[in-house]
């Protein structure tokens, strides 16, 4: 990539993304964006680096926490960077936005907007209208150290707070995130907990908690791992449990409710941790 990455492991999902025919890759040992073409004629799939590349994020990572997460807008027309450490003005979490040039592939920083704190995952609805973010508030001593975050994105890819956000959730992290088809429903998987949380998305942003509880969580262990709406269908629900021993990826329908019923399970390769 031209620079240094480090961090990632559980929450490393969406560290790098494809956004058209164009690669980002998070390096959050040099707090850069790393941007490829992608090759879709003479060597389908090859990487060449966009002149320019690495781009500077506005925030700085934390060394001891899991990266850069990025997301894009579904029209290729902004990206954004999530940051684990301090910005320029020492505020804990912030948001790099940059735009796409839909020609070239290379990054411009239009600005940034502080998060709740250092982020795990990031999460574009597919209508495009909100950005959703999972957080550590850093607060030690609170009831609720962790939340989401719900920006409403912008014509000029600004990020406005939706409100009520942020939402506090407990004191579990929550490692991933996934919106469904129609934009109106979000899906957390929480770290060293057997749950996934269920919360309802509102025409304006504002995220409203519906459920806790898993059905079948206790046969597939903790979902510490990615949560993966079926990208064909609002019917399928997919964890990663790599936490668990063997570790194992289940499956979930999705009721007309949201609701989720347990499926089944299977083994995945490899040991615990």
Partial sequence: TGTVGTGGGLYSANRIIVVGDFLYAA???????????????????????????PFATQGFNSTTLPGISLAATPDGAYLYAGTTGLDLSFNLGTITIFSIDPGTGALSKLGDEPAGGPMFSMKVSPDGKFLLVSFDSKCTSCTDRYGVEAFAIQSDGSLQPAPGSPLMVGLNPVTSLDINCASDRL???LANLPQIDFFTIGADGALSLVSSATPGASAVGSYQGLVLNHPDSNQILFASNPGSSPPNVAAFAIGADGSLTFIGSETAAGTSG
């Fill in 187 to 189: 899906y957390a998987g």
């Fill in 27 to 53: 390096n959050s040992g040099s707090n850069t964006v790393s941007a490829f073409t992608i090759n879709t004629t003479s060597s389908p799939g090859a990487l060449a680096t966009v002149a320019g590349s």
